[in-house]
C-alpha cells in the first residue's frame, strides 16, 4: 500500500529509471513490461496509466537522458556571449563524456538483434538531431570570429548543413565498430585530426 501512495510524477519517474536500467543491461528486445513490473512491484494497470506501451517508456528514457546529459551545454553552444574557447571545451566535453557516456551505457558490441540495433541508432540519431542547431551557432561564431578558413564561406543561411555534415560524419565513423562487425574502429583524436583539416 506504501508504494501505492505515491506521487504520480515520482511513481513515473521511478518506472523510467527502472526501465533505463533494465534496457541498458539486456537490450530492448530482452526486456517485458512485466520485467519493470516486477521491479516495483506493480500491477500492469498502473504501467499503462503512465505508458501506451514499452516502446513508449523507452522512449522516455532515452530523452531523459539525452535532456540531462547534453541540454545544458546545447545552450552554451547557442549563446553569443560565451567566448569561443569556453564553447569549444563544452563541445568536447559532450563528445568525450556525455555522447561517449551513452554509448557505454546503451550500446554493446556484443551481437544484437536488428531491432535493437534500429533502436540503438534511433536514440543515437536524436542526440545528433539535438546537436545541429547549436553546433551551427559554433562554427559560425568560430568563422566570425576568424577561427575558422575564410575559404568555406560559413553564413547563417548554409551553417547547419556544415553542422550536420560534420556531426554524422564524425559520428558514424567513431562508432561505426559499434553497430557493425567492422575491423576498422576509430577514436575521437582520429575525427578531431580529420575535421581540423577540413575547418582550416
Not at 44 to 69: H, L, N, T, W
Not at 130 to 159: C, V, W
Request: charged share 30%.
Amino acid at each position: 500500500m506504501k508504494r501505492n501512495s505515491k506521487k504520480p510524477e515520482v511513481r513515473k519517474q521511478e518506472l523510467i529509471e527502472i526501465a533505463a536500467k533494465l534496457f541498458a543491461e539486456k537490450g530492448y528486445e530482452a526486456v517485458s513490461v512485466r520485467d519493470i513490473l516486477e521491479v516495483v512491484n506493480g500491477a500492469p494497470g498502473m504501467f499503462y496509466y503512465y505508458f501506451r506501451s514499452k516502446q513508449d517508456i523507452y522512449v522516455a528514457a532515452m530523452e531523459q537522458y539525452i535532456c540531462e546529459r547534453l541540454e545544458r551545454k546545447c545552450r552554451m553552444l547557442e549563446d553569443d556571449t560565451v567566448p569561443f574557447h569556453k564553447k569549444l571545451a563544452a563541445f568536447r566535453s559532450m563528445i568525450r563524456e556525455d555522447i561517449n557516456g551513452y554509448t557505454e551505457r546503451f550500446i554493446s558490441n556484443g551481437d544484437a538483434s536488428i531491432s535493437d540495433a534500429s533502436y540503438k541508432i534511433w536514440d543515437f540519431l536524436q542526440m545528433l538531431n539535438r546537436m545541429i542547431k547549436p553546433y551551427a551557432k559554433f562554427l559560425l561564431q568560430a568563422y566570425n570570429d576568424g577561427h575558422l578558413s575564410e575559404r568555406l564561406k560559413l553564413t547563417e543561411e548554409n551553417a547547419e548543413l556544415f553542422a550536420t555534415f560534420i556531426l554524422y560524419g564524425s559520428w558514424g565513423t567513431i562508432y561505426n565498430g559499434k553497430f557493425t562487425k567492422s575491423d576498422k574502429n576509430f577514436t575521437m583524436e582520429d575525427v578531431i585530426a580529420v575535421t581540423d583539416k577540413l575547418l582550416q
